[in-house]
């Protein structure tokens, strides 16, 4: 996916031209659909914040383009709740905010996708970065 403002290149994985998503199409977010991303790229994070969300309080940070600060979504940081749990460390892009592009089928993208389980602590460090 593309930032819709400026095209920025956001849903793919550093490393390779392919985009990682968690799950396809998620839950409503602010402005509806959203999908699920277990890493994001060209986006910075602002400041955590307790947020009520559909399924309760999550601790959340808001995600921006980094290249002309348009709000994207989000990244979950903590939720209370056990059986939310897999959404931490991961990326909520709302659909109305991002453009969506094609991505090819082939067998590195389904070798990645079949071992995409829970992002690692690793990962979530990774995907911080400063403002």
């Known amino acids: ?7 920025s290149n956001i849903g793919v994985d550093e490393g390779h031209s392919l985009v990682r998503i968690a799950e396809l199409t998620y839950r409503i977010g602010n402005t509806g659909r959203a999908f699920l991303f277990r890493r994001v790229a060209n986006t910075r994070q602002g400041s ?6 559909t399924t309760g309080n999550h601790l959340v940070r808001d995600v921006f383009c980094l290249c002309c600060g348009t709000k994207l979504g ?14 931490e460390g991961k990326f909520i892009l709302e659909r109305k905010l ?15 996708f079949e071992n995409d389980g829970p992002a690692s602590p690793k990962e979530v460090r990774s995907n911080r970065k400063p403002l």
């Open 1 to 7: 996916v593309r930032c819709h403002e400026c095209f």
């Open 48 to 53: 955590p914040v307790i947020r009520k969300l």
């Open 74 to 87: 989000w990244l979950y940081e903590f939720t209370c709740q056990e059986s939310e749990r897999y959404k």
């Open 98 to 112: 991002v453009r969506e592009t094609e991505v090819a089928h082939n067998q590195l993208a389904e070798r990645l």
